[in-house]
């Protein structure tokens, strides 16, 4: 049956590859995509500073989440809060999408470079949360920068799957089916039957239709830390499975540290909360 089920799996993602193949996937994707934002949150763009020049709290903001993102700022649990503005501006905006489509584009041009012809094995390894799938729309209910993962709203939330991708990330995910890059997605998110069930087909939804491997935390695991969970399953990947990471993408530190942390490391943007390590 397990069997089967991953024969339908290869297949899909076969189709999946045959239809990028024949389609330009990645038109109005970028951040300059002025299109893609809400009316409301094109207004905020303008009327507010956040997403754009800062100014008053938002310069301290603006060098505090360089600090976030050089892991200079460590062990945090909410924004500082004059920055509340700041991070739902800059999460909503331009801002956001225009920093995610530089890492993108580093991490499509360095794969476009790897000499992969004969390299079956190679595999990219993605973050779930606020990097395949973004979370904005929950926190413009429950607040930016007061995410907590164990709180039951935000697990009710989860279970819902209504989670949206993050569009640089989508096309990210594209090119590495089109080079032939096998896809695992490796999350924190607890390994039950129903938050499996919610993240796949979430993810099958929002168009991360095939994977390799889709890794949740086993109840068993649940004692060490972030970094050595994923580091012992990147380990794992790469002993057991035979692959080998080039290439893998978080959102948080504890998503790139420790052996193996893959050829190379990529860091999306995010000010709204801090997975120590
Ligand atoms: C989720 O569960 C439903 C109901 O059991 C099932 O039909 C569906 O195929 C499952 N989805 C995934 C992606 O496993
Ligand atoms: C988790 O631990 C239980 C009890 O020790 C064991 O029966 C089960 O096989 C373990 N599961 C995994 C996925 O290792």
Redesign the pocket.
Known sequence: MAKRLLHVRRLVCFLAVAVLATTTCCQGWGAGDVSALSLVDRLRQIVTAGGGIPVGDGDYCDSWRVGVEANNVRGWTTPPRKCDNYVENYMRGHHYRRDSMVVVDEAIAYAEGLQLSDDAAACWVFDVDETALSHVKFYKKHGFGYHKSDEPAFLEWLIAGKASALPNTVRLYKKMLLLGIKIVFLSDRPDTPEL??AT??NL?EEGFDCWEELILRSPNSTTGSVVEYKSGERKRLQEENGLVIVGNIGDQWSDLLGSPEGQRTFKLPNPAYYIDN
């Open positions: 499996r069930n796949a087909t099958i």
